[in-house]
């Protein structure tokens, strides 16, 4: 199992308390009942990082220009902001030009494809995914796409694709 913490107003207060792969469901009732005296929370399947083979987010502008940060080290969408210039890649595209990627690449082109008409009326906005190399969740896809937010700021909406 995996926790995540949110607030009342994201876009005052992000970076609220995360914790995963919870191997004992009393140690994350703890962790919940004290997290929800002050957050919302959310409580899920944990995938194990380690085993991730892409991650990142992307941000759509609008419905053709994004921009793409991802690495294809073992980590979440959450380790953007510590991960080193040389393992996080990051491409800004357009639909209509995307198909010139690398062809090492290509899988993030599912990212592009996928997401390209996700919440077509919201815009900016920003989707973390991540690739598995086994079949996950309910639809036993090896993608996860999740948490879509507002890109023009940190407003969390907790919508799930």
Known sequence: MST??????????????????????????????????????LMNQALKRIESVLWGNILWYDLSRFTIEFSYDPGTPRDIETKSSENLRIINGDVSEYVSLESKDRKVLEVVDRTSMFMTTVRPIVIEFQLYPYSVGILKDKWVFWEWRSGGGAQTKGKSC
């Open 4 to 41: 995540r913490t949110f607030s009342d107003d994201e876009s005052q207060e992000f970076a609220t308390p995360v914790e995963y792969e919870w191997d004992k469901f009393d140690d994350a009732e703890r962790f919940c009942i004290e997290q929800n005296k002050v957050y919302h929370i």
